[in-house]
């Protein structure tokens, strides 16, 4: 009798604790339906996500122009960091020799420990002023944020890419060496294709970082609720829109920001799945 | 090239794992078309001495080696020497089965394909060939494009063999292909090779005894780095010369 049930409680104590964590999530996500569902009812799911007013004072709601800035940005930072943190990662996995190995890994993640708020400061100094003077328009715009962004996001794809290339069965890259490949033929036609699903993990991360950032990119973008024109033009995205406007907002103005907060909610959502759907398919190949 | 002539010869070649030496003093001469085993007790510097052959060993950082290894008659440190092409030329197969992740037929035909062959109907051609000279064609001719995860260890060994065969080497190398195999994708693979013989090269270092026995045409019995002793045919297993081989081969080193 005792001896069954000290057989089985480490499983019923890692199940406990694995079910609190989900539930404080199931809480997360109840509080903030409960709190902004009321006003998508009530202004209509079609006009909440595709309206293109958002006037508060004039009980006005459209979030459509952030849902683009969040995607916007987004796409950009992963256009720019994505290319470059996988080849960093390539070369620190492949090419690098040890020393300059163990000199880049403690370097990047410093990168990942700095804080958003002092990306974002770097960023209004050095990049807003460079876009204003060299390509135009206010420099608060789309591309500060993605440039910052994907200098953010490159902690995340570079350390999860390395650690899915290494961790490869040494047997690949020997296999490819043996059939007379040169080492970066085996790098990218053996090696990357079977780390491909970690290198998508890292990518799906990644994004996940940029469309939850919200300080560094307040400072960026400038903040204007209006379609873009251009990568030039600032603009507003859903995170930034709870964290400039939640100070001070009540009643009903309030409610929409957490119903911002659900779109958003959802708007990752569909990315991770879409994401998890293409490697789940490649992988069926 | 028929049998007989020598188709390796290793002259007093030692190998060094920075300070640890790994082979001392190895000097031997392969013939063309047998099956030589290359047997030993664990340690004893027998997959350093195949990966040298395909200079696989280069690629460990701060390795070192002396002497020298020639290829019908030329050294394969020769500067003008294309290290891919002498890995194309001189195959190797592993101990673990190590498909690449994708297909039965990328899998195969993915060496050709690296060396310049595009042309669909001659890969095809090359995939059968090879598949059927690895005793592998009856299993997998209905799922080529299936991934080559999805055969068993015995069958993925095989798909190795043919990886290797598609790409017309003249050597092969094997590197105890049968160690995690059931018996009867042993024999499979010594049929196989049994018939491979006639067209190349192989050097293999065997399971055990018993399989080196079955298979080979000559033997030689290696020591901590050191060859110990060369037989033709069945002299090394019937009259061993030295005792440390007739003690390993009585099972006395396990
Ligand atoms: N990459 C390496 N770095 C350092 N030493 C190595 C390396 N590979 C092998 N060695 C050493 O070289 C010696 C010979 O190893 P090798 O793998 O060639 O022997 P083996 O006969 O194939 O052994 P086994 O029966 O285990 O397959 C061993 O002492 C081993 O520890
Ligand atoms: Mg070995």
Redesign the pocket.
Same mark, same amino acid.
């Given at each position: 009798m005792m001896r069954k049930f000290r057989e089985k409680l480490p499983g019923r104590i890692f199940f406990l604790l694995a079910l609190s964590s989900i539930s404080v999530l199931a809480l997360i996500t109840v509080f903030i339906v409960v709190q902004g569902a009321p006003i998508i009812a009530r202004v209509g799911v079609i006009d909440f996500v595709f309206g293109m007013s958002w006037a508060p004072s004039q009980g006005e709601y459209g979030i459509f122009p952030m849902i683009v800035g969040s995607l916007s940005v987004t796409l950009g930072a992963v256009v720019l960091g994505v290319p470059i943190g996988i080849c960093c990662s390539i070369f620190l996995a492949e090419f690098a020799p040890v020393r300059l190995r163990n000199l880049f890994r403690p370097a990047i993640q410093l990168l990942a420990g700095i804080p958003s708020v002092v990306y974002g400061l770097w960023g209004l100094i050095f990049i807003v002023p460079f876009i204003r003077n060299y390509m135009g328009g206010p420099g608060l715009s789309i591309l500060a944020g993605s440039v910052v962004l994907a200098i953010m996001i490159l902690p995340t794809v570079i350390s999860i890419s390395e650690v899915s290339i290494l961790a490869l069965p040494p047997a690949y890259k020997e296999g490819a060496l043996a059939l007379g490949m040169t080492h970066w033929q085996a790098i990218r036609s053996v090696q990357l294709p079977a780390a491909k699903s970690g290198i998508v993990a890292a990518v799906i991360l990644g994004i996940g970082r940029a469309i939850g950032e919200t300080m560094a990119v307040i400072m960026l973008l400038g903040n204007a609720v209006a379609l873009p024109s251009s990568i030039l033009d600032p603009i507003r995205t859903l995170t930034t829109n709870i964290g400039i406007e939640m100070g001070y907002a009540t009643g009903e103005h309030r409610e929409a920001l957490f119903a911002t907060g659900i779109v958003l909610f959802v708007v990752i959502m569909i990315l991770n799945s879409t994401a998890q759907t293409i490697v789940k398919r490649k992988k069926d190949q | 090239m028929k049998q007989g002539n020598t188709k390796i010869s290793i002259r007093d070649y030692q190998f060094f794992?920075?300070e640890?030496q790994?082979l001392f003093d190895i000097n031997l001469d392969i013939r063309a078309n047998e099956i030589l085993s290359v047997l030993?007790?664990?340690?004893?510097? *027998?997959?350093?001495?195949l990966r040298s052959l395909n200079r696989l060993c280069d690629l *460990?950082p701060k390795v070192r080696m002396q002497g020298d290894i020639l290829v019908d008659g030329e050294s394969i440190y020769a500067p003008h020497v294309v290290v891919t092409e002498l890995r194309r030329r001189l195959g190797m197969v592993f101990?673990v089965p190590s498909p690449l992740p994708m297909t039965i037929f990328d899998n195969i035909a993915f060496g050709p394909r690296l060396h310049g062959k595009k042309n669909r109907q001659r890969l095809a051609d090359t995939v059968e060939q090879s598949l059927r000279m690895a005793a592998l064609w009856e299993d997998v001719k209905d799922r080529l494009h299936m991934p080559a995860m999805s055969l068993s260890g015995g069958q993925q060994q095989r798909l190795c063999i043919a990886r290797v065969l598609a790409l017309q080497p003249e050597v092969i190398l094997l590197?105890?292909p049968c160690s995690g195999l059931d018996p009867i994708s042993t024999s499979k693979i010594e049929d196989s090779l049994q018939l491979l013989k006639k067209r190349f090269t192989i050097v293999i270092?065997p399971h055990n005894v018993q399989q080196a026995t079955r298979i080979s045409d000559s033997a030689a019995f290696?020591l901590m780095?050191r060859l110990i002793e060369v037989g033709v045919g069945d002299d090394l297993f019937a009259n061993p010369r030295d005792k440390r081989t007739s003690d390993y081969i009585t099972g006395r080193y396990g």
């Open positions: - | 794992y920075g640890k790994a030993g007790p664990a340690n004893s510097g *027998i997959t350093t001495l *460990i101990d590197d105890r270092a290696m780095g």
